[in-house]
């Protein structure tokens, strides 16, 4: 069954760190684009960073270019979000998102979230 | 960043249709058009269309999706209480190499 499975989430002081992961099963991450999508509590849908194919084209929103990076580790099929110098409105469901090849693309697999809570 | 615009909210009733609207630009919808998503209270966003307006497997036919110009559509057609739900577009802006999101419509069915 193809599905993404995040954990990493907390809560975290503002001003640090975390490491976020996706572990994909049923598929072979590095074969698509993969995203990191954002939920903060009663918001919308806020898109964060892709990391393509070939795994060094990267791009982020910017609200968080700078303090947050995208990486993944194709041994171990698992993605990552690192997140520095978190800020309050960084609070949210952190959702690990795989884009569809075909039919030009939309994000057809979503993870059930991890929670990120930036709290002193 | 640019996003996309979509009404906040629609209400229809019970067995009726409904067409969100998602309105963006030559860079985004007009581009590559939108696909959209379904999400329910508590639960991850679901693919409701791809960009192109098809469907993936398993999502019923009256989910449809369309496009004119910059503007994308989703129209349901006879509403059932399990259509009530937040519904967003999202597409791909070229230029600025990020994805857009609306702001969510939530349809209400009466």
């Not at chain 1, 979000?81 to 469901?93: F, G, I, Q, W």
């Amino acid at each position: 069954q193809v599905q993404v499975v995040e954990s990493g989430g907390g809560v975290v002081q503002p001003g640090r760190s975390l490491k976020l992961s996706c572990a994909a099963f049923g598929f072979t991450l590095s074969n698509y684009a993969m995203h990191w999508v954002r939920q903060a509590p009663g918001e919308g849908l806020e898109w964060v960073a892709v990391i393509f194919f070939d795994g060094t084209n990267k791009h982020y929103a910017d609200s968080v270019k700078g303090r947050f990076t995208i990486s993944r580790d194709s041994s171990k099929n698992t993605l990552y979000l690192e997140v520095n110098s978190l800020r309050d409105e960084d609070t949210a469901v952190y959702y690990c998102v795989k884009e569809a090849t075909t039919s030009g693309g939309g994000f057809d697999i979503w993870g059930q979230g991890t929670v990120v809570t930036v709290s002193s | 960043q640019a996003g996309l615009t979509q009404p906040p909210s629609v209400s229809k009733d019970l067995r009726q249709t409904a067409t969100l609207t998602c309105t963006g630009n030559s860079n985004t919808v007009g581009a590559q058009g939108a696909a959209w998503l379904q999400q329910h209270q508590g639960h991850p966003p679901k693919l409701l269309s791809y960009r192109d307006g098809t469907r993936p497997s398993g999502i019923s036919e009256r989910f449809s999706a369309s496009r004119s110009g910059n503007t994308a559509s989703l129209t349901i057609t006879g509403l059932q209480p399990e259509d009530e739900a937040d519904y967003y577009c999202s597409a791909w802006d070229g230029p600025l190499s990020a994805w857009m999101f609306g702001g969510g419509t939530k349809l209400t069915v009466l």
